[in-house]
C-alpha cells in the first residue's frame, strides 16, 4: 500500500517527516501516535524529540523516520522527506533541511502559505479553525496528522486511531472521540490530494 | 537468593516502541537486576523512573536516593548480596560515585552504573575512574538504543563474570528517542558461583563473610593483605584488558582516512562516511565498542595502511589519549571533534550533526581527495 522513498542512503527505504510548532499545540503527541501507529503495523520507526522545558508556547520539533528494515536513519535528520507546519514562530514556514519538492503541510489557520515560497509541494489546512468547529481546539495536531496520512498515506488511519487511543491517559480517555473526529475530518479536507509519499 | 542467569529464554519477542531510558530499563530487568537506586538527573533521570516503575512489579526494589554518593552504597550492600545491582547518573553524580566505584572495583563486589551522560565529556571518568588504586571499569558504549538494549545485559554478565563494576556510556540520543526493539532475555555463557555472597545468619549458609577492600581477613582466619589482593586484582584487570576489546570498523581494507568515534557519535560519522565512499573518497571508520578495554590491537591493525586518522568525540579530547597510544602511527592522527552543548546544558551541540560532521572530515582531507581527482590522483 504504502510507497516510500529512500531519504537519500544508499537504497535505504526510509521516510523522514519533520514537525514543528509551539509547546501545547500536539505536536510530540502526534510525533509519537505516528510512530506508535507504524510500530504496531510492524514498520520500523523512530522519533526524535526536541523541546525546551516550557509547558506551553516554547519550540517544540519532532521527527518521525519510518521504514521497512532497521533503521539508518540518524535521530538529528540531515534532511526530510516531508514537513508538518503547526506554527512557524520558531522554525520557519520552511524546515532549511526540507528536500525541494517535498511535501509540506500548513496549519494555514496560523501559517501563511504565500511564505512556504515555491520549492515545496504546500498543502495548506486550517487546523486550528477545523479543530474549534468540531469543539476541540487542543485536537488541531490530530486535524493535521490525519491530513498528513491521508496524503502519505504511510498508515492506515485505524492504525492512527489505535495508537491514538492507546497513548491517551485514562484521565484524558473523554477526547478518545473528538481526537478520532480530528483525525478523519483532516483527512476529508485534503480527499483528492493524495500526493503518496514516493514522490 | 540466587541471580545467577537461568538457562535460555530466548522466545520470539514483538518490536516494540520504546524511549530508550524505558528500554533499558526492562533490559536490566530481564538480565535480573532487582536492585537499583539513584538520584534524578538529566538525562538519567527517566531510566529512574522506569525503574521505580517496573522493579517492584519484578519483586525488585528501586530507592530514589538523597545523593548519587547514597545510591553507588546502597547498590554496594546490595550487590555484596549476591544481587544483580544498578545505579547511574551522569557527568558531576557519577563523579560523586567514583569512590564507591573504586570501592567495589577493589573489594571485588559487581555492579553496574549507567552513566546517560549529557555529552561526550565523561570519556575519562568512564575509562579511567576518580577512585584511586589500579583498577579500570569496564565501559560499554553503545551507538543506539538496540544496542544499548543488548549492552545493558551484556554488562551484568561481565560484572559477575569478573566480580567489577561495569559501566555503560550512554547520552541524551540514547536516553530518549524513541525507536521498535525487541526486548528479550540474552544469555552469554555460564557464570561462577556467587559463594563469596553475604547470605545472612538465618536463612543463608551462616557463615561469616568479608568483604574489605585490604582484604586483610580476621585474626583467625588471615586474607592476603592489601598486598597479596591488589596484585591479585591488577593481574585480573590485566586480563580483562586483553580479552574484552570490543570493536566495529568498515571500509578499512583499502582507506586512506580512518575516523575514529564512540558511541553516537560513531553513528553518525558511520552516516557521513557511507556518503563520502559513495562519493569516491577512500575512507573508512573505527569504532570502539568498549572503551576499556580500548580494542587496542583492532586499532592498531585497522590503521596500518591510513595515511590520517581522524578522532571525532564531542569534547576537548579524550579519547584521542587512547588512539595515540595505539595506532598504528601517531603522526596520522588528528583531532575533528570538540566541546558543543546545547543551550540547555544537557545535551549535545550543533557538532553532533551529519553536516557538520562532514565538513569537519571533509576539511581534513587533501584538495585531491574524492570525486574531484582522478583515479590517479587518488591514489596519491
Known amino acids: 500500500m504504502t510507497r516510500m522513498r529512500s531519504i537519500g542512503h544508499f537504497g535505504a527505504d526510509e521516510f523522514a517527516l519533520m514537525i514543528n510548532g509551539i509547546g501545547g499545540q500536539g505536536v510530540q503527541l502526534i510525533g509519537k501516535t505516528l510512530t506508535q501507529a507504524a510500530t504496531a503495523e510492524g514498520k520500523h520507526a523512530m522519533l526524535a524529540a526536541d523541546y525546551g522545558g ?68 504546500v498543502v495548506a489546512v486550517e487546523a486550528t479553525a477545523i479543530a474549534a468547529a468540531l469543539g476541540a481546539s487542543q485536537a488541531s495536531g490530530f486535524v493535521l496528522l490525519g491530513a498528513f496520512n491521508a496524503l502519505t498515506g504511510l498508515v492506515a488511519e485505524q492504525s492512527l486511531v489505535d495508537a491514538m487511543i492507546s497513548l491517551l491517559p485514562p484521565y484524558r480517555r473523554q477526547h478518545a472521540e473528538t481526537n478520532t473526529r480530528a483525525l478523519r475530518t483532516g483527512a476529508e479536507v485534503v480527499a483528492g490530494a493524495a500526493v503518496g509519499a514516493g514522490r | 537468593m540466587t541471580t545467577h542467569p537461568a538457562t535460555a529464554t530466548t522466545a520470539a519477542s514483538e518490536l516494540r516502541l520504546m524511549e530508550g531510558s524505558a528500554a533499558i530499563a526492562e533490559s536490566a530487568i530481564l538480565a535480573g537486576c532487582r536492585f537499583f537506586a539513584g538520584y534524578p538527573m538529566s538525562p538519567f533521570t527517566p531510566l529512574l523512573e522506569n525503574m521505580a516503575r517496573a522493579l517492584p512489579a519484578a519483586g525488585g526494589v528501586c530507592i530514589n536516593c538523597e ?72 565501559a560499554l558504549a553503545p551507538k543506539d538504543v538496540p544496542e544499548a538494549v543488548e549492552h545493558t545485559q ?21 536516553a530518549q528517542t524513541r525507536v521498535g526493539v525487541r526486548l528479550r532475555r540474552l544469555e552469554f555463557g555460564d557464570l561462577p558461583p556467587k559463594d563469596w555472597a553475604l547470605d545472612g545468619a538465618r536463612g543463608g549458609t551462616g557463615r561469616s563473610r568479608q568483604t574489605w577492600t585490604w582484604a586483610m581477613g580476621k585474626a583467625t582466619n588471615p586474607g592476603p593483605g592489601p598486598d597479596g589482593q591488589w596484585k591479585r586484582i591488577a593481574a585480573k584487570f590485566d586480563e580483562i584488558a586483553r580479552t574484552e576489546q570490543r570493536s566495529e570498523q568498515r571500509y578499512i581494507e583499502d582507506a586512506d582516512t580512518v575516523v575514529v568515534a564512540f558511541g553516537s557519535a560513531a553513528k ?26 580500548f580494542p587496542s590491537a583492532a586499532l592498531a591493525e585497522a590503521t596500518r595502511g591510513a595515511r590520517r586518522v581522524l578522532v571525532f568525540e564531542l569534547n576537548a579530547g579524550q579519547m584521542i589519549d587512547d588512539v595515540r597510544q595505539y595506532v598504528h602511527d601517531r603522526s596520522t592522527v588528528q583531532f575533528i571533534g570538540g566541546v558543543s552543548i546545547s ?32 583515479s590517479a590522483e587518488r591514489s596519491l
Not at chain 1, 62 to 77: E, F, M
Open chain 1, 54 to 121: 516550557e509547558m506551553r508556547g516554547g519550540p517544540s520539533k519532532v521527527s518521525v523516520v519510518i521504514g521497512s528494515a532497521p533503521l539508518r536513519a540518524l535521530p538529528v535528520l540531515p534532511s526530510a522527506d516531508a514537513a508538518i507546519i503547526a506554527n512557524d514562530k520558531f522554525g520557519g514556514a520552511v524546515p532549511d533541511r526540507l528536500r525541494p519538492g517535498a511535501l509540506l503541510l500548513l496549519n494555514s489557520s496560523i501559517v501563511d502559505p504565500a511564505r512556504a515560497g515555491t520549492a515545496h509541494r
Open chain 2, 67 to 138: 545523593s548519587e554518593i547514597e545510591g553507588a552504597n546502597m547498590v554496594l550492600g546490595a550487590a555484596s548480596t549476591g544481587a544483580r545491582a544498578a545505579t547511574g547518573s551522569c557527568g558531576q553524580g557519577i563523579a560523586l560515585m567514583q569512590e564507591t566505584i573504586a570501592e567495589a572495583a577493589l573489594n571485588e563486589t559487581p555492579l553496574v552504573v549507567f552513566n546517560m551522560a549529557r555529552n561526550q565529556q565523561d570519556y575519562f571518568q568512564a575509562t579511567r575512574g576518580g577512585g584511586w588504586g589500579d583498577y579500570r571499569t569496564i
Open chain 2, 154 to 174: 551484556l554488562l551484568f554478565h561481565l560484572a559477575d563474570r569478573y566480580r567489577v563494576p561495569t559501566l555503560l556510556y550512554g547520552d541524551p540520543l540514547i
Open chain 2, 268 to 293: 553518525f560519522v558511520e552516516y557521513v562516511v557511507d556518503e563520502l565512499r559513495a562519493e569516491g573518497h577512500r575512507i573508512g571508520w573505527f569504532r570502539p565498542i568498549t572503551l576499556w578495554p
Open chain 2, 343 to 374: 543551550d540547555t546544558g544537557l545535551a549535545f551541540g550543533a557538532l553532533l550533526d551529519a553536516p557538520e560532521v562532514r565538513a569537519r572530515i571533509l576539511a581534513a582531507l587533501p584538495a585531491t581527495a574524492g570525486t574531484g581527482g582522478t
